[in-house]
Nanobody, 120 residues
Framework: VQLQAYGGGSVQTGGSLRLSCAAS????????IGWFRQAPGKEREFVAT????????KYADSVKGRFTISRDNARNTAYLQMNSLKPEDTAIYYC??????????????WGQGTLVTVSS
């Protein structure tokens, strides 16, 4: 599966953005989808994940209550709605496809990133 993330941009603190992750291929619905991010000078970190049919959703504590992950298998697309953005949310955001291994989503495929910049 090939993934392409888009929808990043520059917003002020408190603003919102919706990221999209478009997948090619017929197997999108077979994969869990995850969003990860990497801030300048930091390691890539988990943001959110959603299971194949959306029955399991997990968030990093830092985004709970502000971000919402969803997917539309008919459109081969996953989304990350980001509200109440903070400067510390500034990062390159990546979507990934994979499987749950234990309680965690393990990425097997990565899309290219999309930059989110939040100014104070």
């Amino acid at each position: 599966v090939q993934l392409q993330a888009y929808g990043g941009g520059s917003v002020q603190t408190g603003g919102s953005l919706r990221l999209s992750c478009a997948a090619s291929g017929r197997t999108f619905s077979s994969y869990a989808i995850g969003w990860f991010r990497q801030a300048p000078g930091k390691e890539r970190e988990f943001v959110a994940t959603i299971s194949t049919a959306g029955g399991t959703i997990k968030y990093a504590d830092s985004v709970k209550g502000r971000f919402t992950i969803s997917r539309d298998n008919a459109r081969n697309t996953a989304y990350l709605q980001m509200n109440s953005l903070k400067p510390e949310d500034t990062a390159i955001y990546y979507c990934a496809a994979g499987y749950f291994r234990g309680s965690r989503m393990a990425p097997d495929y990565w899309g290219q990133g999309t930059l989110v910049t939040v100014s104070s």
